[in-house]
Antibody, heavy 115, light 111 residues
Framework: EEQLVESGGGLVQPGGSLRLSCAASGFTLSRHWMTWVRQAPGKGLEWVAN????????NYADSVKGRFIISRDNAKNSLYLQMNSLRAEDTAIYYCAESGGTRAWGQGTLVIVSS | DIVMTQTPLSSPVTLGQPASISCRSS???????????LSWLQQRPGQPPRLLIYKISNRFSGVPDRFSGSGAGTNFTLKISRVEAEDVGVYYCMQGTQLCSFGQGTKLEIK
């Protein structure tokens, strides 16, 4: 069974950093563009960033550009999101997903930015 | 950037009756590889999004056949042939052809 499992969320102060991880099982991550999506409390889905199969191309939403870094380790079948200079508006559940929308989603990991 | 527009934003439906949600993209979603990366997601209250349909009309594993997707180019539709109580939630269309973007969500509720 294909599965994506996100981890690394938590409570962090404004200006702090956090690194999210996404572990894939049941399918080979290295064959796919991968994406991070977030959902603020009571809001819709927002694309955050994506990365190509070998990690040589990345794209970011304007809201996170210059603060977040997406990366991957295909040997570990894993995806990452390094989040720096966090703001209150980054508070959300963060999901990893296959970029073409052809695979199941994980449960997400909650990030709360608050003092 | 591709903007996804869903209608309606709210859909009260009687149990056993059909429901339909439309999604329009600001640009064609046909990728250079010939695929159209238009998906439909269901989010039940308190749950993560669940993939229902991918590449316009393909039902994901375990999705009941009362769910169907159709469309082409910039206009797409999700149909539920007979709404059941477990279908309550918010439905999103998602495009993965150029970066990624989502519709605003359509709240399906029972009358």
């Amino acid at each position: 069974e294909e599965q994506l499992v996100e981890s690394g969320g938590g409570l962090v102060q404004p200006g702090g950093s956090l690194r999210l991880s996404c572990a894939a099982s049941g399918f080979t991550l290295s064959r796919h563009w991968m994406t991070w999506v977030r959902q603020a409390p009571g809001k819709g889905l927002e694309w955050v960033a994506n990365i190509n199969q070998d990690g040589s191309e990345t794209n970011y939403a304007d809201s996170v550009k210059g603060r977040f870094i997406i990366s991957r380790d295909n040997a570990k079948n894993s995806l990452y999101l390094q989040m720096n200079s966090l703001r209150a508006e980054d508070t959300a559940i963060y999901y990893c997903a296959e970029s073409g929308g052809t695979r199941a989603w994980g449960q997400g990991t909650l990030v709360i930015v608050s003092s | 950037d591709i903007v996804m527009t869903q209608t309606p934003l709210s859909s009260p439906v009687t149990l056993g009756q059909p429901a339909s949600i439309s999604c329009r993209s600001s640009q064609s979603l046909v990728h250079s590889n010939g695929n159209t990366y238009l998906s439909w997601l269901q989010q039940r209250p308190g749950q993560p999004p669940r993939l229902l349909i991918y590449k316009i009309s393909n039902r994901f594993s375990g999705v009941p056949d009362r769910f169907s997707g159709s469309g082409a180019g910039t206009n797409f539709t999700l149909k539920i042939s007979r709404v059941e109580a477990e279908d309550v939630g918010v439905y999103y269309c998602m495009q993965g052809t150029q970066l990624c973007s989502f519709g605003q969500g359509t709240k399906l509720e029972i009358k």
